[in-house]
């Protein structure tokens, strides 16, 4: 039962809700500036004795335990998801958020994603171009470890990654085989796994296990890499706080923020200025239940578009067996090598913009046989079970790589998070309700690229392929809810990521993405963040904040 007396606690000059891949990047650069910080983060702390990476069971715990899926994981901080939607966002709700439990993968936008209505004539430009963002991607790629090989002529120049890459090892060396011999594009893949031991990180020791955590301290989590020089330079981190509510004063400036304790006691955080930093579906659900009668459909929301446009990167894969040894249980789980070659868009083609592949390993044999059964799921049950199951084991354990294909995912006012009329969290709070559906041009784009793939793995020496249609769970990449721009009714924040419609308010996750781009999110997630942070540290003499 919920407690409902309200406290308040001490005035800070921020205060930043969720403490993942943006929020661990303003706490730790505007505390190190000399700003008074606290972060609100409604999850707990996790780390390598949590994880059940280096036990035998590990395949197991992904299915429930350790699932991405916050409606089967189930633990006290996640909040439903309701909807019928085509892809189901997965998120994690605890210190350092969605890194958490991420692959890793690293790679910036292309330039061109910065352009979208310029050169392709669909969705809209940033307000921002790529250069704004060169010497932070830079910046975050040291402090995240990052390990690659610089130089790949598809992307813009950059300055090399501090560690080399880790091996692509046979999987890579196979699937890259492929590609050389149809001539397309491949590059290493970089990752936020440390291939020697650097700054917080230790060496990378493959265990292919990294969406569980790395028990090793290998891949890059805000835990390690910027809450120790947070905290150290002074700001505070509160766990087990879920926010409920951002007040406002009679000048229409947010005064802080309302969250709930442990206990259920109901508290206020007051501070000058709030940066929302809880992921695109987190954020845009905070907005919408901070309604009031200055913004009777949500805080900041005159424009309309808050919790519009959720882009999701619809995701499909290909599955190469081959005859030879791949030891493709082997990790990192990220991506051993990638490919920009249909990232583009093509006037041949009946579609518009375009797709990131990136090899993965195929995990254990539990995750070997599960795709195999999932290949043959409709041909009865004497092709997934008995003498079939140990036939998947032997053809497909160790044998196979998989190509993952993810869509850029165009803008599109309907797909949206709601809230819930009937279903709340455990704090009473409405539930996020997702209504979303994979567009027609996305299904075109995943249909030619699937094609492609399957002339890539046959030209790597597969025997056969598993195809799978687009999963019905995301890959984590929630973005688009909260766009930024340059008119006030076209957009929900500003280019420096304030909102419009509250002087002292930011939003600073993925959902200021404009367009999607095909790349994985989470360099640019951060590069921006730091970006948004040292303009405020540059501007603090003129903030405008509540009083």
Same mark, same amino acid.
Request: charged fraction near 20%.
């Given at each position: 039962?919920?407690?409902?007396?309200?406290?308040?606690?001490?005035?800070?000059?921020?205060?930043?809700?969720?403490?993942?891949?943006?929020?661990?990047?303003?706490?730790?650069?505007?505390?190190?500036?000399?700003?008074?910080?606290?972060?609100?983060?409604?999850?707990?702390?996790?780390?390598?004795?949590?994880?059940?990476?280096?036990?035998?069971?590990?395949?197991?715990?992904?299915?429930?335990?350790?699932?991405?899926?916050?409606?089967?994981?189930?633990?006290?901080?996640?909040?439903?998801?309701?909807?019928?939607?085509?892809?189901?966002?997965?998120?994690?709700?605890?210190?350092?958020?969605?890194?958490?439990?991420?692959?890793?993968?690293?790679?910036?936008?292309?330039?061109?994603?910065?352009?979208?209505?310029?050169? $392709? !004539? &669909?969705?809209?430009?940033?307000?921002?171009?790529?250069?704004? =963002? @060169? %010497?932070?991607? #830079?910046?975050? /790629? +040291?402090?995240?470890?990052?390990?690659?090989?610089?130089?790949?002529?598809?992307?813009?120049?950059?300055?090399?990654?501090?560690?080399?890459?880790?091996?692509?090892?046979?999987?890579?060396?196979?699937?890259?085989?492929?590609?050389?011999?149809?001539?397309?594009?491949?590059?290493?893949?970089?990752?936020?796994?440390?291939?020697?031991?650097?700054?917080?990180?230790?060496?990378?020791?493959?265990?292919?296990?990294?969406?569980?955590?790395?028990?090793?301290?290998?891949?890059?989590?805000?835990?390690?890499?910027?809450?120790?020089?947070?905290?150290?330079?002074?700001?505070?981190?509160?766990?087990?706080?879920?926010?409920?509510?951002?007040?406002?004063?009679?000048?229409?400036?947010?005064?802080?923020?309302?969250?709930?304790?442990? $206990? !259920? &006691?109901?508290?206020?955080?007051?501070?000058?200025?709030?940066? =929302? @930093? %809880?992921?695109? #579906?987190?954020? /845009? +659900?905070?907005?919408?239940?901070?309604?009031?009668?200055?913004?009777?459909?949500?805080?900041?929301?005159?424009?309309?578009?808050?919790?519009?446009?959720?882009?999701?990167?619809?995701?499909?894969?290909?599955?190469?067996?081959?005859?030879?040894?791949?030891?493709?249980?082997?990790?990192?789980?990220?991506?051993?090598?990638?490919?920009?070659?249909?990232?583009?868009?093509?006037?041949?083609?009946?579609?518009?913009?375009?797709?990131?592949?990136?090899?993965?390993?195929?995990?254990?044999?539990?995750?070997?046989?599960?795709?195999?059964?999932?290949?043959?799921?409709?041909?009865?049950?004497?092709?997934?079970?008995?003498?079939?199951?140990?036939?998947?084991?032997?053809?497909?354990?160790?044998?196979?790589?998989?190509?993952?294909?993810?869509?850029?995912?165009?803008?599109?006012?309907?797909?949206?998070?709601? =809230?819930?009329?009937?279903?709340?969290?455990?704090?009473?709070?409405?539930?996020?309700?997702?209504?979303?559906?994979?567009?027609?041009?996305?299904?075109?784009?995943?249909?030619?690229?699937?094609?492609?793939?399957?002339?890539?793995?046959?030209?790597?020496?597969?025997?056969?392929?598993?195809?799978?249609?687009?999963?019905?769970?995301?890959?984590?990449?929630?973005?688009?809810?909260?766009?930024?721009?340059?008119?006030?009714?076209?957009?929900?924040?500003?280019?420096?990521?304030?909102?419009?419609?509250?002087?002292?308010?930011?939003?600073?996750?993925?959902?200021?993405?404009?367009?999607?781009?095909?790349?994985?999110?989470?360099?640019?997630?951060?590069?921006?963040?730091?970006?948004?942070?040292?303009?405020?540290?540059?501007?603090?003499?003129?903030?405008?904040?509540?009083?």
């Amino acid at each position: 039962m919920l407690m409902r007396r309200t406290q308040s606690d001490v005035a800070t000059d921020v205060v930043i809700v969720g403490s993942g891949a943006s929020g661990s990047v303003a706490a730790a650069r505007l505390a190190a500036a000399g700003f008074e910080v606290a972060c609100l983060e409604q999850g707990d702390w996790t780390g390598p004795a949590d994880y059940m990476s280096d036990r035998p069971e590990a395949e197991l715990a992904w299915v429930e335990r350790w699932s991405p899926d916050p409606n089967v994981r189930r633990r006290p901080a996640d909040y439903p998801l309701t909807g019928e939607a085509d892809v189901s966002p997965v998120m994690y709700n605890g210190v350092g958020g969605g890194l958490v439990q991420w692959a890793a993968m690293w790679q910036p936008l292309l330039a061109s994603d910065f352009r979208v209505r310029t050169l $392709d !004539g &669909v969705a809209d430009d940033w307000p921002i171009s790529w250069s704004d =963002l @060169a %010497a932070p991607y #830079v910046q975050v /790629a +040291r402090d995240m470890s990052v390990s690659g090989l610089g130089g790949d002529p598809a992307l813009p120049e950059l300055d090399p990654y501090p560690n080399p890459p880790i091996p692509i090892g046979r999987i890579g060396l196979a699937a890259a085989r492929g590609m050389d011999r149809l001539g397309w594009h491949w590059w290493p893949g970089a990752n936020a796994i440390a291939s020697r031991r650097h700054g917080s990180l230790q060496a990378c020791q493959r265990r292919g296990t990294c969406m569980m955590g790395c028990p090793e301290n290998a891949k890059a989590t805000p835990s390690l890499t910027h809450w120790p020089s947070a905290l150290a330079a002074g700001a505070r981190l509160v766990t087990g706080a879920r926010v409920v509510e951002i007040p406002l004063d009679e000048r229409g400036r947010a005064r802080g923020v309302v969250y709930r304790d442990r $206990d !259920g &006691v109901e508290r206020l955080q007051k501070a000058q200025v709030v940066i =929302l @930093a %809880a992921n695109a #579906v987190g954020t /845009a +659900r905070l907005l919408l239940s901070s309604a009031s009668a200055r913004f009777p459909d949500g805080l900041a929301n005159s424009s309309g578009l808050v919790g519009r446009r959720l882009m999701q990167h619809p995701y499909r894969t290909v599955t190469a067996v081959c005859e030879e040894p791949l030891e493709s249980w082997q990790g990192p789980w990220g991506q051993s090598i990638y490919s920009l070659e249909f990232a583009e868009t093509d006037s041949g083609r009946d579609f518009v913009r375009g797709t990131k592949w990136m090899v993965m390993p195929h995990g254990g044999p539990m995750f070997a046989v599960a795709e195999y059964q999932e290949a043959h799921r409709d041909e009865g049950f004497d092709a997934v079970w008995g003498t079939a199951f140990h036939r998947a084991t032997a053809e497909v354990f160790g044998h196979a790589f998989t190509w993952g294909i993810q869509a850029e995912d165009l803008p599109e006012d309907d797909n949206r998070v709601v =809230l819930d009329p009937e279903v709340c969290d455990s704090s009473g709070m409405p539930a996020a309700r997702i209504e979303y559906r994979v567009s027609e041009n996305t299904h075109k784009m995943l249909d030619f690229n699937v094609a492609r793939a399957v002339e890539a793995a046959e030209a790597a020496g597969a025997v056969s392929t598993f195809v799978r249609d687009v999963w019905p769970t995301g890959i984590g990449h929630v973005l688009g809810t909260t766009r930024m721009g340059d008119d006030p009714q076209r957009s929900v924040v500003d280019r420096w990521c304030r909102a419009h419609d509250v002087a002292n308010l930011y939003v600073i996750d993925g959902g200021v993405f404009v367009t999607g781009g095909s790349a994985n999110p989470t360099a640019t997630i951060m590069a921006n963040a730091l970006r948004v942070a040292d303009h405020m540290i540059e501007t603090r003499a003129s903030q405008e904040v509540g009083a």
